[in-house]
């Protein structure tokens, strides 16, 4: 049976698609390109209006801060059947019962062992596994209690040594225990959850406001520097003139979104699809 919460994403992304499906934007890319040099960022500013990119970005703001999309993540988590989260919790473990796998885990463990206590060891264990899925999070985390009894044992063992350890301690893994625990922390996803993430997450990023001006100021620039570029046929003096371009991006960009930060944007909750002051 297909997961519900893919059903709803696919649905609101195609929404959003559909809105702008008649707005032709690889049409206007290529024309802009076609065009070439000073004449395609011309084109460009003609073709990628403030107001355009202004409306695009605001409308993609309002498809991630969307109840469709924070409906559509709870569902997908949600609906996590339990006994196939123990199957991939199952598969990892039995690569680690692997002779080769084993080898190469211990063969990293030694160093680290020879290197760093076993809190610190923890802690680079977290940090490294941080940006990982949580299942794979929680067979690492079980993993190391199991561990942590023997791990000054195994700081004096030899590589292969700790290779069997390893698989020894992989029988030992609770794998019913870890899918139950993911499978209680996957039902905490509600859709308030993913909205309230959502929300701060878009409230951190440069308002649409502020992404066209810096969009349309970046391709006045460049059209500039490129006439200079044109007018120039001196190898060095190009080359100032592509410093003076990378100078004045920069400053394009941090100038615009200090004042878009200073502006302290908000989302405005009751319009829905506003996300400018």
Known sequence: MDNPGFRILKEAFQQFADKHGDA????RLVRSLAAGGKAAVDKAQEEFPKTFVKQVVGDFYALLSSQEVADGVSSTV???????VKEMVDRALDQL?????????????????????????????????????LGERMIAKAFFEQARPII???????????????KELADTVPSDAIAQQVAALTRE???????QQAHKFVGQL????????????????????????????????AGSILQEFSDEARSIVERTLANDN????????????????
Not at 152 to 164: F, G, L, N, T, Y
Not at 262 to 277: E, H, I, P, Q
């Open 189 to 195: 996803v509600t859709p308030e959850r993913v909205s």
């Open 78 to 84: 949600r609906n996590l059947d339990e006994e196939k």
């Open 206 to 237: 440069p308002s649409p406001s502020a992404i066209s001006e810096i969009l349309h100021d970046l391709g006045k620039a460049a059209g500039d520097k490129f006439d200079q570029l044109s007018k120039s046929g001196d190898i060095k003096a």
């Open 97 to 133: 019962k692997n002779d080769e796998t084993a080898l190469k885990v211990a063969k990293s463990l030694k160093d680290a062992l020879q290197k760093t206590s076993t809190d610190d060891l923890e802690n680079a264990l977290d940090a490294a596994l941080s940006s990982r899925g």
């Open 262 to 277: 200073a502006a302290k944007k908000t989302f405005k909750r009751d319009k829905g699809r506003d996300f400018d002051l």
């Open 24 to 27: 032709d934007i690889t049409g």
């Open 152 to 166: 000054d044992e195994m700081r004096d063992a030899s590589e292969e040594e700790i290779a069997e350890k390893i």
